[in-house]
């Protein structure tokens, strides 16, 4: 399956889903649509690998294990993910900007070639979830502190289905949020809430009419189905990582992940909702 190679945080990549559970199938396109709260473990699957998340055994994660205390009426999936730099392909300089994340999507492991989830985004104020990090310090890269990424939507093949004689579905909804890790007023170590507002302009800002190759994804001046429901990303700490080589400077602006035992990087989630309510 071809993949879409963008920038960090939203460059997508195709990946296997690595844990156990109960997941959506892949055969049981629900067509909804979606116009109630509703948990997004319900509906959607964490099988959207990004960044470093492409490489076997970088970025793992397990439903329902390993994750902190839930808070009080906790929706849907607890969520405990682990990720290490990848050390791949550095062979030769830049090596690729270390990060990684993954996509909650429906169908599983669907980039946009087949519809998404049917829902009536005009009902929806805002995706909320609890988060902690626990990782090396500083949580920087050349010195700048780190966020960690909540997305939601944004799926867009950008032709590549369609260039193979199938039908390209994009997500008119479009999210993206940061929260700043190891901040008083960002993502701790402890399980906090976070809430990413649904504007009605995040409703349509990737809004598409119907032409060969490429699904109308939108009616009413919103969007008529979700592929991802929801999403995070993180950058690696370089700084507190220390490099293989120290005649090579392995951070910026070569962005080598050549890294002497890099310590991972521990990503909890839990009550990733989709709400009616304004936060």
């Not at 439903?63 to 791949?88: E, H, Q, S």
């Not at 700084?239 to 050549?258: E, G, I, K, T």
Request: glycine content about 12%; hydrophobic content about 40%.
């Amino acid at each position: 399956m071809p993949r879409a190679r963008l920038a960090w945080p939203l460059r997508l990549a195709v990946g296997t889903l690595l844990v156990a559970g109960c997941l959506p199938s892949i055969s049981d396109l629900d067509h909804g649509p979606l116009n109630e709260t509703f948990a997004v473990s319900d509906f959607f699957s964490p099988s959207g690998y990004m960044g470093d998340g492409e490489y076997f055994g970088k970025l793992q994660g397990t439903p329902n294990v390993g994750c902190k205390p839930r808070p009080v009426g906790a929706r849907g999936n607890c969520y405990a993910f682990t990720y290490l730099p990848n050390d791949l392909g550095c062979s030769s300089f830049p090596c690729v900007d270390p990060w990684a994340g993954v996509f909650w999507v429906f169908p599983s492991n669907s980039w946009g070639s087949t519809i998404g989830h049917a829902i009536d985004v005009s009902k929806f104020k805002q995706v909320s979830f609890w988060a902690a990090v626990d990782g090396p310090t500083p949580f920087t890269v050349d010195g700048n502190p780190q966020p960690l990424k909540g997305l939601a939507g944004g799926i867009g093949p950008n032709g590549q289905f369609a260039h193979l004689g199938g039908v390209d579905y994009s997500d008119g909804v479009v999210v993206m949020d940061g929260f700043q890790i190891g901040s008083a007023d960002g993502v701790m170590t402890e399980m906090k809430q976070f809430h990413m507002p649904l504007a009605d302009g995040d409703k349509k800002v990737n809004c598409q009419v119907a032409a060969p190759g490429v699904a109308a994804n939108c009616t009413s001046g919103a969007a008529d189905f979700l592929i991802a429901a929801f999403g995070f990303a993180l950058h690696y700490p370089t700084d507190a990582a220390q490099c293989s080589n120290p005649a090579v400077d392995c951070h910026s602006p070569l962005d080598s992940s050549m890294f002497v035992n890099p310590a991972p990087v521990h990503i909890y989630l839990d009550d990733i909702v989709w709400d009616t309510q304004a936060p």
